[in-house]
């Protein structure tokens, strides 16, 4: 299969998807001395691209051309900068079908999931273009003493900012992180995945015809070590999307040089439909919320907990609904799921339904490997009896597997969703919101979609999202999804006298009027 091709430059053979002078193009401005890799298309498994690679002294390259770019970045007006991304949202919009193709020939998915990733960024450059700046903007506050010192806020860019991301979506998370962080004044060292560089090159070539300076996003391309942690070993704050395993490596590396970093990480997520849910509503949505990129998504359900009294009615629809879905690998729209990224999550997906089966659970619907689709396609696929002897129980499967779980009430919905060491995403079906919001409140989770899976919370920009417990450290979007990519300074500045160099008080006296000043200032309520 795959490698039996050793060139698909040369190789008659090589039915390679992607021309492979497009690939040297997008790939001109890369600072890479190492050993070439070749990327496979889920889609076939045939090759896709021979890609170069940065060493980790193509890494520190890259980081000080990046930092030079970063320094005439700086004094852009923040205006000038959110008018790019205002930019940027009309030509991805604009040139969405080339995106597609790369994002399903990357990925493998079906072409609406990767509609999501185009829709996504046309969000978060609207989001921070209208927003961002006074998220930025200097704030004033009161200073020690009223009148006298006059204190603001400003955030600095941090620098050089380095974003690691993974496969599964290659457009999204390449891109919509760097974006707060250019705003913010920031350079970018952005190492895609091996499986999503083509999609990121296209992503940052669009970058740089929206109007960012050619040198200041550089994609360095390689695997996860060397090339991955270089860039953690070398920037200024790092942003990790990819399981908790490597974020833990992640957070140690940036710890030890005391740099930040944002961890958005793995998940067990629970999808709740309570006893009062609108079924109508609720079987097309638990659909997606299970199986939208074949599940391939850190924030797709893989515990579906039904209550019991409605149980029985909502999975007879929602099995029919699941036996329905549609599955290609082609570049159309007429697909309802495609195809699992490579060898290595189809092993892990069928493991996961393998050691269920064998140790007592039932398949409720699918549960094959569909060859006859592509060779990594596996069926949406739903369990039933699965016990924490089996490892879909807690582990995250990362594919098209959810498991049934009938519960009594609203309570022991509750203990299961958040019986996991992961805290990333729920989702509650509910005709009563009032209700959904206060099971919300309990459930312990970064984001909560209320009648919905996970685009509500994904696609609510203003509001941050990101992974409680073993999910991750700090926030994407929202205020908190910029300033994670600056340095709070404080600038205050001392009018008339100086603070303890008062004339005609010393010692007890300035103690004394030291005293009597904190005092009027509680009793005038300042804060
Ligand atoms: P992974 O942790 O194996 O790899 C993630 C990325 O990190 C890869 O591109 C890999 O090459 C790179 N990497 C590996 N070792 C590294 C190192 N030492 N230093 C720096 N980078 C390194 O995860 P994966 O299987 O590729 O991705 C799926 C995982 O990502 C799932 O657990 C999923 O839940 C998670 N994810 C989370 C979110 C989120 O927003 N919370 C989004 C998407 C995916």
New binding site residues.
């Given amino acids: 299969m795959p490698d039996v091709i050793a060139d698909p430059e040369t190789d008659p053979r090589a039915t390679y998807a992607v021309d492979p002078a497009r690939v040297r193009a997008l790939t001109a401005g890369v600072v890479a001395s190492g050993e070439p890799m070749t990327t496979h298309t889920p889609m076939t498994g045939a090759p896709l691209a021979v890609l170069p690679t940065s060493t980790a002294a193509d890494v520190g390259v890259a980081v000080d051309r990046a930092r030079a770019a970063q320094r005439r970045w700086a004094s852009v007006p923040v205006e000038r900068r959110a008018r790019i991304l205002l930019h940027l949202h009309d030509l991805v919009l604009e040139r969405q079908g080339e995106l597609l193709d790369l994002v399903q020939l990357e990925s493998g998915k079906a072409r609406s999931h990767a509609f999501e990733e185009v829709a996504d960024v046309a969000i978060v450059c609207r989001y921070y273009a209208r927003r961002g700046p006074g998220h930025l903007a200097p704030e004033r506050h009161l200073g020690v003493f009223p009148l006298l010192t006059r204190s603001t806020e400003h955030h600095r860019p941090k620098g050089v900012v380095g974003i690691?991301?993974?496969?599964?979506?290659p457009l999204s998370?390449a891109v919509t992180d760097a974006l707060p962080a250019l705003l913010a004044g920031n350079a970018v060292v952005l190492?895609?995945?091996?499986?999503?560089s083509l999609t990121a090159l296209a992503a940052v070539r669009l970058l740089v015809e929206a109007g960012v300076p050619d040198d200041l996003v550089q994609v360095v391309l390689g695997?996860?070590?060397?090339?991955?942690?270089?860039?953690?070993e070398r920037t200024d704050y790092v942003c990790?999307?990819?399981?908790?395993?490597?974020?833990r490596?992640?957070a140690a590396?940036a710890g030890r040089r005391l740099v930040g970093a944002s961890?958005?990480?793995?998940?067990k997520n629970t999808v709740y439909v309570a006893d009062d849910a609108d079924l109508r509503r609720a079987v097309p949505g638990v659909l997606r919320a299970c199986f939208a990129s074949a599940g391939?998504?850190?924030?797709s359900a893989e515990r579906l907990v039904v209550h019991e009294a409605v149980a029985d009615a909502f999975l007879e629809r929602f099995l029919d609904a699941v036996r329905a879905v549609r599955l290609s690998t082609g570049l159309h729209w007429d697909a309802d799921m495609g195809s699992l990224?490579g060898p290595?999550?189809l092993e892990r997906v069928l493991g996961h339904v393998e050691d269920a089966v064998a140790k007592g659970a039932t398949v409720l619907a699918g549960g094959r490997a569909r060859p006859d689709v592509g060779p990594f396609v596996v069926e949406p696929t739903v369990l039933a009896g699965v016990t924490s002897a089996m490892a879909c129980r807690d582990e995250?499967t990362?594919g098209p597997v959810v498991a049934v779980y009938r519960v009594p009430s609203d309570d022991a919905a509750v203990a299961l969703a958040n019986d996991t060491e992961y805290g990333?995403n729920a989702s509650v079906w509910t005709r009563d919101t009032a209700r959904g919001r206060s099971l919300a409140a309990r459930i312990s989770a970064?984001t909560v979609n209320v009648n919905e899976g996970y685009a509500a919370a994904w696609g609510s920009i203003g509001s941050p999202?990101?992974?409680m417990k073993a999910?991750?450290l700090g926030r994407?979007h929202g205020r908190e999804g910029v300033l994670k990519y600056t340095e709070a300074q404080n600038v205050s500045v001392q009018g008339l006298v100086n603070i303890a160099d008062v004339p005609g008080l010393q010692g007890a006296s300035y103690a004394r009027a030291l005293t009597g000043a904190l005092r009027a200032m509680r009793a005038a309520r300042l804060p």
């Fill in positions: 690691v991301s993974p496969w599964n979506y998370l190492r895609p995945d091996p499986q999503g695997p996860g070590d060397p090339t991955g942690a270089a860039v953690v990790f999307t990819g399981s908790t395993a490597t974020g490596t992640v590396a961890l958005e990480l793995g998940g391939q998504l850190c924030v990224v290595a999550q995250e990362f990333l970064g999202m990101g992974g999910s991750g994407r």
